[in-house]
């Protein structure tokens, strides 16, 4: 599976990298951001951006290169959907459609075709790493939106995810109004095929992950805890013996100011 | 003077802040950001942005509050131009007008009145630091034409300015289209004029500063040497012994990827 490179800049020793491949899981062009240190890298850390992002945000925002620099991990941040496209009602509104896909494989009518972002990370992401970049371990972590991601993929494959991270994921979808929008839309109102895509419901029913998972959530932040559900999180781990770190950070928002207080903290928990 | 918090997002122990003031010298609103570290400060770094930013671009990019979180200097990044004004020709260029404002005061008719950035960040932004925030330590330092106005301000005025730092730095405007288009523009046709805001004639009129001057220049920066004629200021520099240390960095552009991977260097230089 190859790779167009749109745009390069030298960042440290290393490169910040804009890209776009096909994904079969899509079946459309996928944007891509990755850095690459200088040294040769045996790993990688993919990260799941939130909700109107692009493959831009966090590469651009969270500063993760300088923590990255003298690693041999490199970071992969792919866009938040499929583009190009003009489905019903997938532009009208910033938490469905476009900048929203929510990390799943949709399977309503108007969705089913493109909107695979769970395939595409699982199978598309992961191929490219391993064929273009012969990276042997692989790590998640993702923010809002992304957190879901990271958590659902995570939990769903702790065989080809090493680690799971996140900041102020939603962690209960099914329970919250973002995540029972987008359910709804990708899945229909069978609230029983909603279960594979929330991490709560996962951990409910044993799917567990090895590792420790490691969560910073902001105390300020403007959608805690109605979208993002956290302490649901924390309960289920509990009952369920799920290594959880979830870290409650007074004062600290939904932003990527955030992201990038702790950011140094994720990387060196990916690494270790 | 007083000014006003727009919004305000904890970062690392500190506060990265957006907000605004009257200007006396743009007799308009000008807004700006800052980070301001937990600990007391005593010291603050001016960091001027170039052609089309605001004050969000370098706050929000380069990753420089990693590198204060622990000092005791906060970093100020003020708008580059007047807004909110309907100028003949203000709106038209992404070089010209709003955007690019080229920290001068205008004395061209339809620019006099409220294009005095020179006088903003000298007057205005310093009067902020002493009186707001109890700074009894200034530097300066900027990217691209605020690289340019961090030099042209702080050769001007070096008992205010303690340190001068640059990246890709406009440093002969008189000698280029950006510089030659805004100073026809802003200052008129008389080229006497336009010596009170070049770098390389300050420093050729005796202009020196005591302090050595710190610039990084990437290689591969699009702009570079058309635009920003690096090697005119090494020259002048050396014939009238203004110590300066300009680093060439292979491979590097003109962007914030460059900016982010030497911003530690020109903060422990401001610190120093």
Redesign the interface.
């Known amino acids: 599976m190859s790779f167009e490179v749109i745009k390069k800049?030298?960042?440290?020793g290393g490169e910040?990298v804009f890209a776009s491949h096909q994904s079969k899981a899509t079946k459309t062009e996928m944007k891509f951001s990755y850095f690459l240190p200088k040294q040769k890298v045996d790993s990688a850390i993919i990260w799941l951006s939130g909700l109107t992002c692009t493959e831009e945000n966090f590469i651009?925002?969270a500063?993760a290169?300088?923590h990255l620099k003298d690693s041999n991990t490199m970071i992969i941040c792919p866009d938040t959907s499929p583009r190009g496209l003009d489905l019903p009602n997938e532009h009208e509104s910033y938490d469905f459609g476009s900048g929203a896909g929510f990390y799943l494989n949709a399977t309503t009518e108007d969705y089913k075709e493109n909107y695979n972002m769970y395939d595409y990370i699982v199978n598309d992401l992961v191929s490219l790493l391993k064929d273009s970049f012969n990276v042997n371990k692989i790590s998640i972590s993702g923010h809002s939106m992304g957190g879901h991601g990271a958590l659902v993929i995570g939990l769903r494959n702790p065989e080809v995810f090493s680690k799971i991270s996140a900041f102020s994921p939603i962690v209960n979808p099914s329970q919250c109004a973002w995540g029972q929008k987008a359910f709804t839309g990708y899945l229909g109102d069978n609230k029983e095929d909603w279960k594979n895509y929330d991490a709560c419901e996962l951990i409910q029913s044993g799917k567990l992950h090895p590792a420790k998972i490691l969560i910073d959530q902001?105390l300020?932040d403007e959608f805690y805890p109605n979208q993002l559900l956290s302490e649901n999180l924390e309960k289920v781990c509990k009952d369920k013996d799920q290594e959880l770190e979830l870290r409650y950070q007074d004062?600290?928002?939904h932003?990527?100011?955030?992201i990038?207080?702790f950011i140094?903290d994720h990387i060196e928990f990916h690494l270790d």
């Open positions: 800049h030298k960042t440290f910040t651009t925002k500063g290169q300088f902001g300020n004062g600290f928002d932003s990527y100011y955030f990038s207080s140094k």
